[in-house]
């Protein structure tokens, strides 16, 4: 089962959730079952130093609505 990271459309409260087939996702801090799914970025390890991705801004799944989920 995955780890999704999740933004709340209500009151913006960001959260991960451990996910299995269909299951409706609600905000912790709203009870709202207005989320999105949200780009989770990978950490990799280099030479010894910890580092990630570069910085996403807006979030979404997909950034440009081309899977259908705006």
């Known amino acids: 089962m995955p ?3 999740y933004g709340c459309r209500e009151c913006g409260a960001e959260f991960e959730k451990l996910v299995s087939g269909k299951t409706e996702v ?5 009870a709202s079952a207005r989320v999105m799914r949200r780009l989770s970025l990978v950490g990799v390890r280099t030479g010894g130093s910890a580092e990630s991705g570069p910085a996403m801004s807006g ?7 081309g899977c259908g989920c705006h």
């Open 59 to 65: 979030g979404g799944c997909c950034g440009g609505g």
């Open 26 to 30: 609600v905000c912790p801090s709203c």
């Open 3 to 5: 780890i999704y990271e």
